[in-house]
Structure formats: structure tokens, C-alpha cells
């Protein structure tokens, strides 16, 4: 794997910056990389902020709808607060959805003098800098999460380079169990391996996450006092497997250098994730996140001798000797996950708030 330079040098991040500096550094980012100006994400903003602000107002307005229903009366007074009730519901839901969405949209807008600091760290660490947002390309390490726009990315070279991005995954597919917002660093691993996921439990809380929950049937208690710091999910029948990848002096580097974010193996690729932006012109979070590639670097090299038994893929050639695939048995390749706590949340909202006015319609 090609790790960072050591030590990372931050310097770009805390030097002042001019602003026909971070004007020229933008127009050359620009010229090269169009999808910067992100006017996709300037419509986004706008819409989502104007149903952010309504939300206040159509409270308001549904409120002094339904307390003047009341104060008429009438036969079919019940019926009539009913029906404001359920769809006040829903136009509440819908503007919370809008601010929340809109707060982390906004702070994905181009910023200049970010861009200027991040193209210059970029260049004196040896990486190349894309300010995004960009698409999933066919070798994102994220393509199997879903469609997804990238933000701030950067990677060193080779075909084994490390990836750092802020994302944000558009259409997710039922397995995924990573956040809809959030930051990254991807390493590409000499060999496919099961799908493994440490939680972090000291990362930020996501009780209303629409991403996929891994079910915990598979988790697996560590040893020592690992399980304070992360919890570990495997596939059911690897637990040989997590143990032999994970030991007791990987998951020490990992609770050293690691903590706060999560860390999953899927297929040959490892990620270190957050539902923060871990793109930021912060120097102490590049130290942060250069402390914990080296401390795996050399862990991940060792990780290229393990086997997976149950595999059926061995092929033979013609009067030739059988040749094995290393590849993942389909038991292993993906951890079993149900519905987040926000999807089951705006589901059943809807789901209850449809009954409601078919109920309501229907009374005599």
C-alpha cells in the first residue's frame, strides 16, 4: 500500500492565505476540473433552504388552521383536525428532512481559500487534489455503497493509493452501512477478505440514520478491554477469520490511532469512515489520519497470506495443475443488515400518516 509521506506535512494548512492567491489557485481548479463550480449544488442548497424556512411558517400556519376548525365546530370537526393533523405531519417531517439535509449540503459549498489550502497540502504530500464534486467512478472505492458525489479528494499515487474523500451517498442499496454524509480515507488491500465492521463507539451517534444496520447476531466479543472502544461485526462461521486479521496487536494500533471512526472491510478494500467531513483544513486531523495509515500499513502486508478455506473457486487447466482463486466465499463477502432507525422512522411515518387519512376520510 502506498501510505502518506511521514511526517505529514501540514504547513499549507495553517500559512496564511492571500485572495488573489486562493482566486488564481481556484480558476486553475476550475479550468482543469468544471464540476467545481457545483451549480448542482447551489439549486440543491437553494431548494432545501427554502423548505428549511417554510418549515417554521407551515407550522404556524397549520396550527392557527387547526385551532380555527376547532373554534367553528361542527359534525365533522374530528374529521376535519384529523386530516390537518396528518398532513401538518407530514409537511413537519418533510422540513425537517430539508433542514438537516440543507445544513450538510451547505457546508459542502465551493470554498476558495479551503480549496487553495487543500491543493497545496495535496501537492506538497504527493497526491493529486480534486475538488468534486465527482461521480462514482468504475474504480471508486465506494461504487458498491450506491450513487454517490465525492467532495475535497485526494490520492496518492499507484494502483494501490489511498483515497480521501467527503461523500454523499445519493441512492444507497439495502446493504450498505455506511452514512448518507461523511468523510473517508480507502486503502486498497492485497487480497479480497470477509466483510468486517468495527463500530466505533466513541464516533459521533447516528440514532436516526437511514443507512443499514448490521444485525447483532454477528457481533463478536474482543478480547481485553477492545470492546470499550469498538464493536466488532463478522459474518457468521468467520469468526476464526476476524480473530486472525484482527489480533491483539492490530486492534491495540487501532485503539491508539483509530478511535472515533468506524472501520470495515469490504471485499479488497479497507475504509476508515465517518458521518463527519474528515476533508477539513485542520492539520490536527490530517495528524490524526496519517497516524492511524501507519500504524495499519504494515498490518494490511500481512494480511495478503490469508485464505479462505470454504472457497469453491479452484479451476484446473488443461493437463495443468489446479489453480486456486482468492476470492471470498459468498457466506463471507457481506455482513446481514436491516433497516436504519430513520428509514424504519419515515417509513412507518408514512406508512401511519396514509391509514390516518383513509380512516379519517372513510368515518360516517
Not at 49 to 66: D, H, N, S
Not at 87 to 109: E, M, N, P, S
Amino acid at each position: 500500500m502506498q501510505a502518506l509521506r511521514t511526517p505529514i506535512d501540514t504547513t499549507a494548512l495553517t500559512e496564511p492565505v492571500r485572495r488573489r492567491d486562493a482566486r488564481r489557485t481556484w480558476k486553475a481548479l476550475v479550468a482543469e476540473h468544471p464540476e467545481a463550480r457545483d451549480l448542482v449544488g447551489l439549486v440543491r442548497r437553494i431548494v432545501l433552504g427554502a423548505g428549511a424556512l417554510c418549515l417554521p411558517i407551515g407550522l404556524l400556519a397549520f396550527t392557527l388552521v387547526i385551532t380555527a376548525t376547532i373554534a367553528e365546530g361542527g359534525e365533522d370537526v374530528a374529521t376535519a383536525v384529523l386530516v390537518q393533523s396528518v398532513i401538518g405531519a407530514f409537511l413537519g417531517l418533510a422540513g425537517v428532512l430539508c433542514t438537516w439535509a440543507w445544513i450538510r449540503v451547505r457546508r459542502r459549498r465551493p470554498r476558495k481559500r479551503v480549496h487553495h489550502r487543500l491543493a497545496r497540502f495535496a501537492a506538497a504530500n504527493g497526491m493529486t487534489y480534486s475538488p468534486g464534486p465527482t461521480g462514482t467512478r468504475r474504480d471508486a472505492p465506494l461504487r458498491r455503497r450506491g450513487a454517490l458525489n465525492c467532495y475535497r479528494v485526494l490520492r496518492t499515487p499507484g494502483p494501490r493509493g489511498l483515497e480521501f474523500a467527503n461523500h454523499e451517498l445519493v441512492r444507497s442499496i439495502m446493504t450498505n452501512t455506511s452514512p448518507a454524509f461523511g468523510g473517508y480515507c480507502a486503502m486498497r488491500l492485497p487480497v479480497a477478505l470477509p466483510n468486517i465492521l468495527l463500530r466505533s463507539e466513541e464516533g459521533p451517534r447516528r440514532p436516526l440514520h437511514t443507512s443499514s444496520v448490521v444485525r447483532g447476531s454477528q457481533v463478536l466479543s474482543l478480547e481485553g478491554d477492545f470492546d470499550r472502544y469498538f464493536r466488532l461485526y463478522c459474518p457468521a462461521g468467520y469468526e476464526r477469520d476476524a480473530l486472525y486479521l484482527f489480533t491483539p496487536d492490530v486492534m491495540a494500533r487501532l485503539v491508539d490511532h483509530v478511535r472515533g471512526l468506524d472501520v470495515e472491510i469490504v471485499d479488497d478494500w479497507m475504509y476508515l469512515i465517518s458521518a463527519r467531513d474528515l476533508i477539513t483544513d485542520r492539520p490536527e486531523r490530517w495528524e490524526a489520519l496519517a497516524a492511524a495509515v501507519d500504524a495499519l500499513d504494515d498490518r494490511v502486508e500481512r494480511w495478503a497470506r490469508w485464505r479462505d478455506e470454504r472457497s469453491e473457486a479452484a479451476v484446473s487447466a488443461d493437463d495443468g495443475p489446479v489453480v486456486r482463486v482468492r476470492e471470498v466465499a459468498k457466506p463471507g463477502r457481506r455482513l446481514r443488515t436491516t433497516w436504519g432507525a430513520g428509514t424504519v422512522l419515515i417509513v412507518g411515518t408514512v406508512t401511519l400518516g396514509f391509514v390516518a387519512l383513509i380512516v379519517a376520510i372513510n368515518l360516517p
